[in-house]
């Protein structure tokens, strides 16, 4: 079963606004990853937060982690056209397997 | 330093046949995960190879199977092939808690 849930499903917005996506898992995890899937490609790895982590900027990314609600957030702020893709969270648990989301997908108005 | 590389890109087979697909990862890296990603499932984890030796792996029938070699070159294999295993193999090879993904093997069964 899929450890990490993304939401909303799907996320639409105007160019230059700030979109959040949102990820619940279950169980506990060392560490939790963001991933962006342009269509039908290979996924690219975004950033990283570890357990002992509250939040963390990557750029224009800003991801928090919440342990004690088992829920992280990424905030892609002033959004482009190429952010359209999909975004998936990945969660490591103790037997160390990386286990996806089935994704948000962001599509950025012009 | 050379990305992750899937071979084929696309495949079309029939029921009943078998196909067998190759990844090489980064240099270096000595872990490959293979998933399978579909629009019902989503990504779901297939297994993990760490230096030639099956690490872990995931809820799929025993027609999955893959190896690694000594060069940490790995190949999936599905037999008896369904319809439903039509999808996109994405093989991503990983470094610590970062994993860094092929472009995938698009896979039709007819």
């Known amino acids: 079963s899929q450890q990490g849930e993304e939401d909303p499903q799907a996320l639409s917005i105007q160019e230059g606004e700030n979109a959040t996506m949102n990820c619940s898992y279950k169980?506990?995890?060392?560490?939790l990853q963001w991933y962006r899937q342009n269509s039908g490609r290979g996924l690219v790895h975004l950033i990283l937060?570890?357990?002992?982590?509250r939040e963390k900027h990557s750029g224009r990314l800003r991801v928090t982690l919440d342990t004690s609600k088992k829920s992280s957030s990424l905030l892609i702020t002033a959004s482009r056209a190429a952010d359209t893709a999909s975004y998936f969270c990945a969660t490591d648990a103790s037997d160390d397997k990386i286990i996806f989301g089935k994704g948000t997908r962001l599509h950025i108005l012009p | 330093k050379a990305g992750v590389t899937q071979t084929p890109r696309y495949l079309i087979k029939t029921r009943g046949q078998q196909v067998t697909l190759s990844c090489s990862p980064i240099?270096?890296?000595?872990?490959v995960s293979w998933y399978q990603q579909t629009p019902g499932q989503g990504l779901q984890f297939l297994f993990e190879y760490f230096s030639e030796t099956q690490r872990n792996k995931g809820n799929f029938p025993g027609r999955f199977s893959g190896r690694q070699f000594s060069n940490s070159r790995s190949e999936m294999n599905v037999s008896t092939l369904e319809l439903g295993d039509s999808a996109l193999y994405l093989c991503a090879s990983r470094f610590a808690y970062e994993q860094y993904f092929g472009p995938g093997t698009r896979l039709t069964v007819t």
């Open positions: 937060i570890r357990s002992n982590e």
């Open positions: 169980t506990s995890i060392n560490n």
């Open positions: 240099s270096g890296h000595r872990s």
